[in-house]
């Protein structure tokens, strides 16, 4: 898994709070406009309340438009210091690689804070990294498996373990997921995770064939499958 997947898929894991304070401000708008023209058609530049801009913000960020959408959510927290749009911007800053110097600096305080704000525990994971500092991602990693056995803190856990070079943990984690859920991909990370970087193959090779029987199979099972055996031959 490349590094700018693994900061993608934290960034998509977190924020909740964060997206409830959000979705509830913007709710008024919604429910009075045209559901055929949300997201369909650029907002006026000129959005004076507050309703407005952050959906301005969400339409720029559902258009792939990260760098208006920062400048936006920038705002929204600089009139009003709101802690949702604070973190909503640092979230934006991360994934275009912008001001990470002042993301950082807002994290320690926001982390001063409140140590136990996960959404915040998972920015800091993933600044460190972005900047490959992964003993202080895995200790950012370990705190939040002591606050959260949600499933997706647990998988985003688990990455900061792989890449600190600690894949005994991060299986553990992903078996947790994995007997409450049954997840394709969280199968197909365990046997890849067995295979590649410990090369037990017959465990990697039993634990799919043990899937497609509970669960049935697909393409990209039977594709990992079948390169597992070939690996034994």
Do not use: C
Request: glycine share 2%.
């Amino acid at each position: 898994m490349s590094r700018n997947r693994l900061v993608t898929i934290v960034l998509s894991f977190i924020f909740v709070a964060a997206l409830l304070f959000i979705g509830n401000k913007a709710m008024h708008y919604i429910l009075n406009t045209n559901q055929d023209d949300l997201f369909s058609k650029p907002m006026n530049l000129d959005v004076t309340t507050e309703d407005d801009k952050i959906m301005q913000g969400l339409w720029y960020e559902e258009n792939g438009d990260l760098a208006n959408s920062y400048k936006v959510f920038s705002q929204l927290y600089k009139d009003t210091k709101a802690e949702a749009y604070q973190i909503k911007k640092i979230h934006l800053s991360l994934l275009l690689n912008k001001d990470l110097d002042i993301s950082s600096k807002e994290l320690d305080v926001l982390y001063a804070k409140n140590p136990n704000n996960k959404d915040v525990l998972k920015l800091i994971l993933t600044l460190h990294l972005m900047q490959n500092k992964f003993d202080l991602a895995n200790q950012e990693a370990h705190k939040l498996t002591q606050i959260s056995s949600d499933y997706t803190d647990l998988e985003v856990a688990s990455d900061a373990y792989l890449y600190s070079n600690e894949p005994n943990k991060a299986i553990d984690l992903l078996e947790k997921i994995y007997n409450e859920t049954g997840r394709d991909d969280i199968v197909l990370r365990i046997a890849t995770i067995l295979s590649d970087m410990y090369g037990e193959h017959k465990q990697a090779e039993d634990i799919l064939k043990s899937h497609i029987q509970k669960f049935g199979s697909n393409h990209v099972i039977e594709e990992k499958l079948h390169s597992i055996e070939n690996l034994k031959k």
